[in-house]
Each structure stands twice: as structure tokens, then as C-alpha cells.
């Protein structure tokens, strides 16, 4: 079918971005480090985008919009922040263009036309918002503020990977104002959780929550909290990321309350964010080298009817036979593809769903009816049956919760088979290069020993995880006393 | 309350804008041109997104996401479309800041970090999306292409109005491929019928279908169809558009198709757009001098119940009684605000939900318990009358029925009563000056005619009607012949 893709093992790197392609998710565009999201692959983020926004939604957060554009004097009011993104910012400097006087039908950028002041496309919208807050906040009666955005957001990237690392990307970004700081705690708190539970109970990938170390935290953030996850080459990526801000922005910004008893604070602040490199996670935790594997909840398409056939009237008895099951399915909300296409056959059609990831296909033809039966194959295990026609609609809802059930467990067994204790750096080298995966490790704490780590290893701390116990321990690296394990990995 | 707003014979200019403020939908940021949408006004929004985008994927459309950048030289290949939008053009040029070296914690755009392709702010997406199209098109197996984007765009302005006329906005954008001229031609019309069906059926005001004239044409489009409403001041406002491209971009990006006789062929292409503007004739349609009206089709709030209470037990006993109500209302998937708070007086909660537009209002106190009754107000007539508190959950959908229903027809008869005919230039000037609104008149066709018309009277031609029958006369503008009137109106 010209749609071969390399198989993990060859080249896991290739494997995905043909797989990307292949499978009509996303393209590079001829636009430098921006990609296209085609209707599949959007498809997905649709389903994302409903799950999350009703989870924002059910805990008490609303939606609205702020600008794009951010000037430069609002942009790096919060230094840390500013500083963090400078060398990352795409500049809006000229808002005009004019006809090329030496060259007919091109145009130029108009020199008339400068701005006074540049803008930042926005690569996150802490500033703007905080610029906006402190409007809205006067007193403890106009907190919290729990407010979402949905948007795109630029960050100038030289070297660019479909979903995982791109110019500008789709996401959402949280961003609350408290009247405490414990309050402002419990949100962060609240925010990973709920993404872990996304990203674990639709997505079907298991994830480390922890805090970030000094080193990686977002910059103006007090504290970063974080959900890694294990890719299939033993790699992590950070899937989601939820800040507690502290004061810094209501610094920055001047945004103060008056509190109850009449006395000004400055209000405290959270961000939080996840976006389309989900879709990256979603493809690299599951996918084999047959194509997408998507669990049941995100899928585009739940189930693929393809029924066999030599002539119309063959069709038409197949068609008559599984319309009442499609009419079932679909009022029980499962979206279906009959894939009665006569240009193509059935091996061909099975080929293509499966590099889709479609979750069940159901193969009918005269035979089978003749039997009153259907064939039934699951998408995760390749696993294929053939089942009694009658109450197939009733089986099917089943058959995909066991699917996203057995999708999430499986990623729960390869990620527990690939984390391993190191207590020595050697050891610690070995894993890295041999299995690879998440390596639990004594550190000593410092952002010197990090990076030394980094450099000779190319593996970072994904995070502190919030469930690991106190064990006194010396650093892999330095040989300093430390408290806990942190969790080590190469990453995404 | 502190948030009178001005009447509208006041200043319908003034009391637009307040309006817009005083009821939390939008307002300006401190970006030049651009505006916040805040959470009321985004919810809104929102259900707009989900009728429209029900409808588009009801008619086979999908959606997918094509960069916000496009870089110069691909912006100008169609050169119509370039001309018309060059002149408000945000323009990304450098791609990096960095520390300003003679002043502290301040940034400068980076001159190292000059890109070499210049690169504009998407003003609508044809040029991008059709050289994408050139690598998704071959045969006409790949056709129709039948896709839709929500985004933000960016078209300079100057002078700026909250949802009306902003730098930035947001708007979805079809962009459709086709084998054929008869069918662009009619997914051009099918669009136009759907901004119809969504403008008149969900938000409630009627609207003229109809083709722009050469002058008011898309640039780059063949024929541009638009819809027209009449706004309470007399003036129209465009709410939607529907491109039919003919092979112009097609040509420009040189994007053909092998027929099924294996002839190439350049493909047919469609553009459509409604943007937040929406919201702003949503406003100025039905508003009154206490506030909004919102239609119940979208509006975030249907029903707002206030407990009338001098205490406690007073509060606990009106909540047992309304508890029953709202269960059964939101089962029905209306959304009810109990207005409890202890902070506010009724009459005070009574102007505030009527400035946020809630249609429909429930009262209930000790009084109305011991009778067993509830008083119900609905916003858009202001009537209120004491009803049975028994099967009153049976009948709040009936009234919001009511209401939606009585909106779109007041809405009707205004415009109808505001449309006139005029069969001199004298009679046509006094119309505008006088009574305002629509006036329908003979043109003889020309754009210098349209001008001239423009320029001493401000009114344009906003459509030649899809369903104005054919009809001699002479233009009322230059005595020459014409074939069928044409509708005139000043416009936002």
C-alpha cells in the first residue's frame, strides 16, 4: 500500500515521524518550524480538548481569550520569566507592507510603518494576564480568579519534531490569582492531578507526578510540578506542567487586595498547562510498527466495519445484516466507518485501519452470515475472533474498555520494567545505555551536580516524585549525603 | 449598582460600548487594538463555536490547523488577495531577544537574529492552506477537500471596536477544494444557508442573504455572498461571508487535479468566515437600555433564580422548595445560577442579572411559599407574573421557546419597518437621514456609481439580494438603466 514505515527497533526516531505522517496526523509545513495539523490528527486534539475542558469546567474554571501580541515592556516586567523566553520570542516589528517599487507585484515590509514598541508573539501569557489581573483584583471578594485559555503560543525552535518540539503549538494554559498561598497550593496541587488523571485514565499512559528541580522549574515559578511519562524507547516526556508562582508576577505586575480585614497583599498566583505534545506521547507510548494504536476514549474512529464482498448484491445482504448493529453502536455514542469501498480490498483496508489505530474492526461477508457470524479483531493485541452476530453491539462497548483497560496496563508494566534503583554512577551509566528508562538515584541536591549528570550522561531529572519515601542515601555523583531518590531519565 | 450605562438615544455609540464593559463580555487590553474576551463573553462565544461547528461537521466538513505564519513570498503569490490585505499586516521580522546592554533587566530585539524571510501574522489563511493543498490534491479521488479552522487572525486597525473591528480576533475559516465549478459554487451557497440557519435560528436575528458587489467583493474571490443584519440604530453589519474562488487560488499556488479522464485541471476553491463579531451583533440586535438580551439558544446563564430571605432558616426553606425545580431544569440541560448571596439585596441582584441578559428570572419568598407560587420575569419583554410553583420546571423550556422565538420576530418587524424603498437620490438621502436603515434602490451596476454614492452619503451597497426578483428601473444615482434593486445602508 506504499505506506510502510520503518519498525521501532531499525529507527524509533524515523518510526514516529513516518508514522506521523503516514497516518495523516501532521506535516512539517513550508512554513520554518510550523507544522499543519491535519483532520486526523486534529480529530484527536478535539477529543483532548473536551475531556480537559470539562475537567477545567468541574472544578470550577472558566474559559476566555487575551491578546496574541504582548509589548516588550509588559513582556519583561517579570524578569525571570522574561529572561527565560527572550531567546525563544518571534518579533511583530512593522504592521504594514507596500508594493516593491522595483519589482512589480512583490511586496516589501513598509520602513514607514515601525512600531514604536515591539511586540512578543505571546510564548505564554503569564504577563499579559497579570497585566489584565490587576484590573480585575481589588479585594479578597474578586478571588480566586480561576481562568483558562485556550490558544496558540510561539516559541522559536531551530530543530523541530512533529507535535514533540515545534514553532508555535496548540495548548491550554491555566492561570489563577488566590487571596493565600495555601489556596494557591491546592490549585497547582489540583491542576496535576487532574492532567494526571487525563493523561492516565483517556490517554491510557501511566505517569511519575513530581516536582521539577531548581534547574528545570518554569521560569518565575517558585515551584514546578510536573507528570512525566515513559515513551517506548525507554525515554521520558514531560506530558504536563502546573506552577505555583508565588507572589512573582503579583510583584511584577503590582496586583494587590485588600484583604478582610482591610490590610493589601499581593495576591498569589498558579499557571499550568498541557498541549498538542500529548499527541506525541499518545503515539510514542502506544504505537507499534503496524501503525497508531489509540486508546478507545481518543480515538477518532471507535470501530472500522469492513464488510466482504464480489458483487453488490453480496453487499447489500452485508449491509442489511450490520446496519442495526451500526445504529446501536451509534446511539450509544461510538463513532463507526462502514468502509464499503470497492477500489480497494479487504487486506488492503485492514492494513489502512490498522495504521490509523483504530481500536476494533468487525469483518462480514457472505460466509460469516451464512454462519451468523462476524469477525472481531482488537486493534492493541492484534488479537482476532469470530463471534456469534447476535448481541455484537451489546459485546462491543465492552471490548473497548477492555482495550483502553489493557492499553493503560500494559504501559504501566513496560514503564515498572524499565525503572530501575542505580547506586553508583557507573550503575547508573549502565542502565542509561543498556535498558534505558527511568533511573531512581541519590542526589545531593545541587544544580552543579545536575548538570555535570547532564552533560556526561544526557540524562536530567525529570522530577522529585511527590510519592517517594525518605531514604538517607549519598549522591551517585558527588558522594554528599541526600534524602531522597529522584528520578533520572533521558528526554523528550 | 455603579453600572448605569447610557440609553440608547442617548448615544448608541456609547451605550454599545459600555454595555460591552458593564456586563464583563470584552474589553480593551492594554495591546493596541486588541481586545480581552472575558469569561462571560468567551461563554458565549463557545456556544456559538458548538452550533456552528455541529453544523459544519453535520455537512461532511472537518477540522485541521494550518500555521499562524505565512512567509512573504508565499503570502503574495495570489496577488489580489496580497494587495487587499497588505496595508494591515502585523510582520514578524526577528526571532530572538536579548539583554539590552545599557539598561538592566531590559530587553532589545536581537540584530543578529534577523530573519531572512520576513513573515506576516496570518490576516486569513487562503495562501497558507493552499500551498498545502498542492501536496494534498493529485487525482480528483483526493476532492472535495471539505475543511475548516478556528483561530485567531490578525488585521491591523487603527481605530477600534470591543468584537467590532479589532487587530486581532477570532473567527473559524472554511477552506473547501473541488472537482467542478457547479459544485464550489454550491458549497459556496450551502455556507452562506448555514450562517443563515445559525444567525437567524440561534441568535435570533433575521438576516438578507445576498452577493457583494465587485467594490465589496473578497479580494481574490470570484463572487463574495454575505448575509446582512439590521442593527437597532439602523445600520447593517455584515455577519458572515462565503467566498467563491473560482481557480484563482489554485492558479497561484498551481494546485491541479487529474480528472477521471486523466486531464489536469485546476482545482475549485470556497472560503467562508464568522468571526467574534458575532457577539457584537448579538448585542446591538436585541440589547436594551438595562443591559443585554440574550437569545436562550446561547446564552450561558437560562434561568437565574433569587431567593428572597431575611435569614437563615428563611434561605433554607426557599431552597427546598426551588432545589426540586433546578434538579429537573438541569437534567433538561438548562443552566441555572441560584443567586443566594447574603452580600446583595434582591433589587440589586435583580439589575445585575438583567444587565448580563438572563432570560428568564424566578423570585421566591416566605410569601410565595405560604401560596404556594413563584414570580417569573423574562428579560426580553420584562413581563413578570406569579405563577404556580407546581409543573413550573414543565413550563420554563415552553418560555424559553417563547422567548427565542419572540426575539427573532421583534427583531424581523424592526427590520421590516426599516426597510424602504427609494426611487430618487433625494428620497434615498432623507431615508438614511432620516428614518435610517435598509433602503432598496436601483443601481446601474458600476463601482464608480457605488463611490460616488459613498462618498456623499456614507451608505454602501451591502447586497444585491439572492431573492430581489428582477424588476426595470433607472439607478437613482446616475438615471441610467438597471435590472433589480439593490439594498443600501450605512454599516459598522
Redesign the interface.
Known amino acids: 500500500m506504499g505506506k510502510e514505515i520503518p519498525t521501532r527497533s531499525e529507527d524509533y526516531s524515523l518510526w514516529y515521524n513516518e508514522l506521523v505522517k503516514k497516518a495523516d496526523l501532521a ?1 512539517h ?4 518550524g ?6 486526523y490528527g ?2 484527536i ?2 477529543k483532548m480538548q473536551q475531556a480537559l475542558d470539562t475537567m477545567f469546567k468541574n472544578t470550577g474554571h ?11 515592556s ?3 516586567a517579570e ?1 525571570k520569566n ?2 527565560g523566553f ?14 516593491d517599487p522595483h519589482n512589480m ?3 516589501i ?1 513598509d520602513p514607514d510603518a515601525r512600531l514604536e514598541e ?4 505571546r510564548p505564554t501569557s503569564e504577563a ?1 494576564i497579570w ?2 489581573y490587576k ?1 480585575w483584583i481589588q479585594s479578597y471578594r474578586d478571588l480566586p480568579l480561576l ?1 483558562n485559555q485556550w ?2 503560543v ?1 516559541r ?1 525552535e531551530m530543530r523541530t519534531r512533529l507535535f514533540l518540539r515545534t514553532s ?1 503549538f ?1 495548548w491550554q494554559e491555566g492561570h489563577t490569582a488566590h487571596a493565600t498561598q495555601e489556596e494557591a497550593v491546592r490549585e497547582t496541587e489540583q491542576m496535576l492531578d487532574i492532567y494526571a488523571e487525563f493523561v492516565e485514565r483517556f490517554m491510557g499512559v501511566p505517569v511519575v507526578k513530581g516536582r521539577k528541580s531548581e534547574g528545570e522549574r518554569f521560569p518565575g515559578a517558585v515551584e514546578t510540578y510536573c507528570i512525566e511519562a515513559m515513551m517506548q524507547d525507554g525515554k521520558s516526556l514531560q506530558a504536563g506542567t502546573s506552577h505555583f508562582l508565588g507572589q512573582n508576577f503579583a510583584q511584577a505586575f503590582d496586583v494587590k487586595f485588600a484583604n478582610k480585614d482591610g490590610t493589601l497583599d499581593y495576591v498569589w498566583g498558579t499557571s499550568w498547562g498541557v498541549s498538542t505534545r500529548l499527541i506525541g506521547a499518545l503515539i510514542m507510548a502506544h504505537s507499534d510498527d503496524d501503525g497508531l494504536v489509540l486508546p478507545p476514549k481518543l480515538a477518532p474512529i471507535h470501530i472500522v466495519i469492513i464488510p466482504i464482498f464480489r458483487n453488490g448484491e453480496e453487499l447489500k445482504k452485508v449491509s442489511e445484516a450490520v446496519d442495526p448493529i451500526m445504529k446501536s453502536l451509534r446511539a450509544q455514542g461510538y463513532a463507526i466507518r462502514f468502509d464499503d469501498r470497492d477500489t480497494q480490498k479487504p487486506g488492503f483496508k485492514f492494513a489502512e485501519w490498522e495504521l490509523k489505530g483504530v481500536p476494533v474492526r468487525l469483518a462480514i461477508g457472505p460466509r460469516d452470515l451464512d454462519k451468523a457470524t462476524i469477525e472481531v479483531a482488537r486493534r492493541d493485541t492484534k488479537a482476532k475472533e469470530t463471534r456469534p452476530l447476535a448481541g455484537i453491539a451489546d459485546e462491543i462497548p465492552k471490548l473497548l474498555d477492555d482495550i483502553q483497560k489493557n492499553m493503560f496496563e500494559k504501559a504501566l508494566k513496560f514503564r515498572e520494567n524499565l525503572t530501575t534503583e542505580a547506586n553508583s554512577f557507573d550503575e547508573f551509566k549502565s542502565i542509561l545505555d543498556g535498558k534505558t528508562g527511568f533511573v531512581s538515584a541519590h542526589w545531593d541536591g545541587t544544580i552543579e551536580t545536575e548538570i555535570a549528570i547532564k552533560d556526561e550522561t544526557k540524562a536530567t531529572i525529570r522530577c522529585i516524585p511527590l510519592d517517594s519515601k525518605k531514604e538517607k542515601g549519598v549522591c551517585i555523583y558527588s558522594g554528599r549525603p541526600s534524602e531522597q531518590r529522584v528520578l533520572f531519565a533521558r528526554a523528550y
Open positions: 506535516e509545513s513550508d512554513v520554518r510550523c507544522m499543519v495539523i491535519k483532520p486534529y480529530a486534539w478535539e472558566v474559559n476566555a481569550y487575551f491578546p496574541l501580541f504582548v509589548p516588550k509588559m513582556f519583561e524578569e522574561a529572561e527572550a531567546k525563544e520570542c518571534a518579533i511583530v516589528t512593522h504592521y504594514r507592507l507596500k508594493s507585484g512583490k511586496l515590509v515591539e511586540l512578543v508573539v499579559i497585566n489584565t484590573k481562568i490558544a496558540n510561539v522559536w508555535e496548540l
